[in-house]
């Protein structure tokens, strides 16, 4: 249970990364060159290609943001009566989306649904690959971190695979002078406290892919230029 002051500062956070995103989401498209969007993911291509070969394949995408990863992976299972379900807070990044599956003509099996990741409820043993990127440390709180990633796992097809990309250790400052200031990240954890709630959660599952890099991007916050750095956390693994 939230106490007044942790319910204010999540209101503000969600403020901001909702400002931000949705401006960015304005103002630059899909895989536009020199943005964040520029691509899809590769490991997170590669593993699908690795799931439930010849069989209608369901996926999920927490986080969805316009599609940068969902459409190509539309795209790839399009041809085998797939369907790839994106959830995601941003009523302005599904209305994105919905444009975009039309575009690259894959909006028969993409379903957008907008949800808070905390709360959204994954059917259990319903999906063959479930991906998280840069979303998890969305989540309202640890513990409704950890209550997703439960829902993930028991969602989870056998065979099938999570990819995880989260970012941890955080920073951000202002991009002029440098000095730090707030990270404004719901879920800021420390990469091996990150690493080893992943690994207690998906206890028994096969490990496909664990590394980490250094994340610099530029943002802004409240109109003015900030730097964020962090820790970028992929984890992928297999279900028994």
């Known amino acids: ?20 995103h949705e401006q960015y989401f304005e103002d630059h498209k899909l895989y536009e060159e020199g943005t964040w969007l520029d691509e899809p993911v590769t490991i997170i291509l590669d593993l699908a290609d690795q799931v439930n070969i010849g069989q209608p394949m369901s ?9 940068r ?14 369907r790839v379900i994106c959830v995601d807070l941003l009523e302005t990044a599904l209305q994105k989306l919905n444009h975009y599956s039309k575009q690259y003509q894959v909006q028969d099996v993409i379903y ?13 043993g319903k999906y063959d690959y479930i991906i998280a990127a840069s979303s998890l440390e969305h989540c309202k709180s640890v513990h409704m971190l950890k209550k997703v990633l439960d829902s993930m796992v028991q969602g989870t097809k056998s065979g ?3 990819c995880i990309i989260m970012n941890t250790n955080i920073e951000e400052f202002d991009a002029k002078t440098l000095k730090p200031r707030e990270a404004l990240f719901e879920v800021n954890l420390d990469m091996e406290k990150a690493l080893k709630l992943l690994r207690k959660h ?3 599952w096969k490990e496909l892919h664990i590394s980490d890099e250094s994340l610099e991007l530029a943002i802004d916050r409240d109109d003015k230029p900030v730097l964020l750095k962090a820790d970028s956390l992929t984890f992928a693994v297999r279900k028994p």
């Open 1 to 20: 249970m939230m106490n007044s002051s942790d319910t204010a500062q999540l209101q503000k956070i969600r403020k901001e990364e909702k400002e931000y």
């Open 59 to 67: 996926i999920l995408d927490l986080g969805c943001g316009v599609g």
């Open 69 to 82: 990863n969902s459409i190509p992976l539309a795209q790839k299972v399009m041809a085998g009566d797939g």
């Open 112 to 124: 957008t649904e907008q949800a808070d990741i905390s709360e959204y409820q994954i059917p259990e």
């Open 160 to 162: 099938g695979i999570n």
């Open 202 to 204: 998906y206890e028994g």
